[in-house]
């Protein structure tokens, strides 16, 4: 069992910055890969970005590349995710995933927090 708790949200003038941050305990020697999701009002819950275990492989969403930065600190048993010149697109509820080693699916996710970009 893996818990996950996001931090960090709230509002923002587009063009400004945020960093969340995300706190896992429980198993979590047993989590490979971690990821950030986000969902709209009346839209399905949308990949952001993931990182490997080591932190050495990263990947985003095409609309966030450039402007969002994923990381982790397994010492700490923490994922951030940076988030620069935020759009009011952005404007979403982010969670945070994680996976379990030997399966390619997400296993556990976070309750959420609310990120607001106003124009």
């Known amino acids: 069992q893996v818990q996950l708790v996001e931090s960090g949200g709230g509002l923002v003038q587009a063009g400004g910055s945020l960093r969340l941050s995300c706190a896992a305990s429980?198993?979590?020697?047993?989590?490979?890969?971690m990821g950030w999701f986000r969902q709209a009002p009346g839209e399905e819950r949308a990949f952001v970005a993931r990182?490997?275990?080591?932190?050495?492989?990263?990947d985003y969403t095409n609309s966030v590349k450039g402007r969002f930065t994923i990381s982790r600190d397994n010492a700490k048993n923490m994922v951030y995710l940076q988030m620069n010149s935020l759009k009011p697109e952005d404007t979403a509820v982010y969670y945070c995933?994680?996976?379990?080693?030997?399966?390619?699916?997400?296993?556990?996710w976070g309750q959420g927090t609310q990120v607001t970009v106003s124009s």
């Open positions: 990182i490997s275990w080591s932190g050495g492989l990263t």
């Open positions: 995933a994680a996976s379990r080693i030997g399966t390619n699916s997400w296993s556990y």
């Open positions: 429980g198993r979590t020697f047993t989590n490979a890969v």
